[in-house]
C-alpha cells in the first residue's frame, strides 16, 4: 500500500513513541524471513491458553525464553515442552537502535518508573533485551487490552510491525479502559513506550486485511515482534 502523505515520527504518551517505517523494506524482507525461521525451528506457533479458559486468537512463539499467561520459563511447559530458541545478538542490536531511535524523540522512553528522567541516567546502549515475542496475527486475530508485567526490568518494550497495518490502541497504567489513544501501526512501523508509559495498558482491536506492502513474503496477515529486557536470572 502506496501512501501519498509521509506519516510523521509521534510521542504517543511521555515514553511512548510511534516511528513509522523504522524497518526499509530490505529490512522488512529480513524480519519476516527471521520470524519464518523462527516458527519453523520451533515447531510451529501456538494459541496461548488463558487462566480462565479461553484461547488466544494470536499465535506465538519466543525466543530467549517461553512466555505463557502470565509468567516466563525456559522450556515451553504449556507445550511440548522443548527448550526455547536462543535469543539472537543481531536483535538486541536492532533493538538497542530503536531504543536511541525512540528516545532521540522522546527522552522520557528509557528512563525509570516512577522516577524523574535525568538525561544522562539511561543510555539506549545498555538496554539487555533476552527475550522476544513472536506474535502472529492471522485472520480475524485480535489482541485485548494488558500492560506487560512479568518483567522486572524498567526497561522499555521495542515493538517492530511487519505485514498488514493494525490498529494499535494505547492506553493508561491505571486500567483497561480510557483515556486511549489508536495509532495505526504499519509495515516496517516501531513502537517503543517505557519511563511513565512502561506499564500502560495496550492491545490491538483490528488488522485490517490486505494493507501490506507487495514484495514481503506474505500472503496477508502481520507479525509483530516484542522485544523486551526481563530482568529476570536462570
Not at 85 to 112: I, K
Not at 167 to 174: E, K, M, P, T, Y
Request: hydrophobic share 40%; net charge negative; glycine share 14%.
Amino acid at each position: 500500500m502506496t501512501r501519498l502523505v509521509p506519516r510523521e515520527p509521534e510521542a504517543v504518551a511521555p515514553g511512548a513513541v510511534h516511528l513509522p517505517e523504522w524497518l526499509d523494506l530490505d529490512g522488512q524482507r529480513h524480519l519476516v524471513s527471521a520470524c519464518t525461521t523462527w516458527v519453523a525451528q520451533a515447531g510451529g506457533l501456538r494459541a496461548p491458553r488463558m487462566p480462565r479458559g479461553g484461547i488466544m486468537s494470536v499465535q506465538i512463539t519466543c525466543l530467549g525464553w517461553h512466555w505463557y499467561p502470565y509468567r516466563y520459563s525456559r522450556t515451553v511447559d504449556d507445550g511440548d515442552g522443548r527448550r526455547v530458541a536462543p535469543f539472537p545478538e543481531w536483535l538486541g542490536q536492532l533493538s538497542r537502535q530503536a531504543v536511541a531511535s525512540a528516545r532521540a524523540l522522546d527522552g522520557a522512553v528509557a528512563g525509570v518508573e516512577g522516577e524523574e528522567h535525568d538525561e544522562g541516567a539511561v543510555d539506549p546502549a545498555g538496554f539487555e533485551p533476552d527475550v522476544a515475542l513472536v506474535n502472529w496475527y492471522g485472520p480475524g486475530a485480535r489482541m485485548g487490552m494488558h500492560a506487560d508485567r512479568e518483567e522486572t526490568s524498567p526497561a522499555p518494550v521495542v515493538s517492530l510491525s511487519v505485514g498488514d497495518t493494525c490498529v494499535f490502541r494505547f492506553g493508561n497504567s491505571a486500567s483497561r479502559g480510557r483515556p486511549w489513544t489508536d495509532v495505526e501501526l504499519g509495515s516496517g512501523d516501531l513502537f517503543v513506550f517505557g519511563g511513565p508509559s512502561r506499564r500502560a495498558f495496550h492491545g490491538v482491536p483490528r488488522v485490517v486485511p490486505g494493507t501490506a506492502p507487495a514484495g514481503l513474503g506474505l500472503e496477508g496477515g502481520r507479525f509483530n515482534v516484542t522485544v523486551r529486557q526481563t530482568g529476570l536470572s536462570g
